[in-house]
Nanobody, 115 residues
């Protein structure tokens, strides 16, 4: 079973930055894709950013130009750098990955953007 553990969430003022981290219990080299999702209260979970095995990335329109997804094969980590945060970015953020055997989720980390 693959385990994912997120960290780095917290309370930040509008315009601030946070860096989310996700450590994966298995080598991420064979992952088909890895991503970050978020779920705000009363809303469905949505894709924020995804990085494919070949390195291509895609982002939700609402975060383009502000968020950056990256990965580190050496440490089996996936990151989400979030800049210029807005109150509407407030949500629980989940790390996700997929390989040939299944799809895996972390437990989530809360991000709150408020003054």
């Amino acid at each position: 079973q693959v385990q994912l553990v997120e960290s780095g969430g917290g309370l930040v003022q509008p315009g601030g930055s946070l860096r989310l981290s996700c450590i994966v219990s298995r080598s991420i080299f064979r992952m088909n894709h890895m991503g970050w999702y978020r779920q705000a209260p009363g809303k469905e979970r949505e894709l924020v950013a995804r990085i494919m095995s070949g390195g291509s990335t895609n982002y939700a329109d609402s975060v383009k130009g502000r968020f950056t997804i990256s990965r580190d094969y050496a440490t089996n980590m996936v990151y989400l750098q979030m800049n210029s945060l807005k109150p509407e970015d407030t949500a629980v953020y989940y790390c996700n990955c997929n390989d040939d055997y299944g799809t895996y989720w972390g437990q989530g980390t809360q991000v709150t953007v408020s003054s």
